[in-house]
């Protein structure tokens, strides 16, 4: 998405916990991950970036991976860092510099609610939902840091559904 993000959220991803009655005392239980929610508030970049998902990208750029039957999925990353110049959540972050990536894959844009106030301003809010992990049992989502003193965060490679990360 081509715009600056005013607001972010993420929920679920959670796990349950059942407390079950034995002879002995109560066991834990622990269910399966909730699905993961995403919701993203964005304002237009330029005058061409009304298109929120797909905005100044060719085909061959479009960060996304079409299934005729699902639909399209998508990875979203988040990076907050420290170092200089960095175009994309996706970069490498090297040298002393500090990074934290949250990476999301096999995500649905669900919703898409467009609204516009009385100063002409443009807003979108994108609503991107995944279960937290796909039918091989691995996970749909990734968290990756970065101190003063580890080395290289290396840069996420290009995303298929069969490449997550």
Same mark, same amino acid.
């Given at each position: 998405?081509?715009?600056?993000?005013?607001?972010?959220?993420?929920?679920?991803?959670?796990?349950?916990?059942?407390?079950?009655?034995?002879?002995?005392?109560?066991?834990?239980?622990?269910?399966?991950?909730?699905?993961?929610?995403?919701?993203?508030?964005?304002?237009?970049?330029?005058?061409?970036?009304?298109?929120? =998902?797909?905005?100044? !990208? #060719?085909?061959?750029?479009?960060?996304? @991976?079409?299934?005729?039957? &699902?639909?399209?999925? /998508? *990875?979203?990353?988040? =990076?907050?860092?420290? !170092? #200089?110049?960095?175009?994309?959540?996706? @970069?490498?972050?090297?040298? &002393?510099?500090?990074? /934290? *990536?949250?990476?999301?894959?096999?995500?649905?844009? #669900?919703?898409?609610?467009?609204?516009?106030?009385?100063?002409?301003?443009?807003?979108?809010?994108?609503?991107?939902?995944?279960?937290?992990?796909?039918?091989?049992?691995?996970?749909?989502?990734?968290?990756?840091?970065?101190?003063?003193?580890?080395?290289?965060?290396?840069?996420?490679?290009?995303?298929?559904?069969?490449?997550?990360?």
């Amino acid at each position: 998405m081509q715009a600056k993000t005013t607001a972010l959220n993420v929920s679920g991803g959670d796990f349950d916990l059942e407390g079950i009655e034995t002879f002995g005392g109560k066991i834990a239980r622990l269910s399966s991950r909730n699905d993961i929610e995403i919701s993203l508030d964005g304002v237009p970049v330029g005058v061409g970036d009304f298109d929120w =998902l797909f905005a100044n !990208q #060719t085909s061959a750029t479009i960060t996304s @991976s079409t299934t005729s039957t &699902t639909g399209t999925k /998508y *990875r979203i990353a988040f =990076l907050w860092t420290d !170092q #200089t110049g960095v175009s994309s959540a996706t @970069s490498s972050i090297t040298g &002393t510099n500090q990074a /934290y *990536r949250n990476i999301y894959a096999d995500a649905y844009c #669900t919703g898409m609610e467009k609204s516009m106030d009385a100063g002409d301003k443009l807003s979108a809010t994108l609503t991107f939902k995944l279960t937290s992990e796909d039918t091989g049992g691995a996970a749909n989502f990734k968290f990756e840091h970065k101190d003063t003193t580890s080395g290289t965060m290396a840069a996420t490679p290009a995303y298929t559904t069969v490449a997550k990360w």
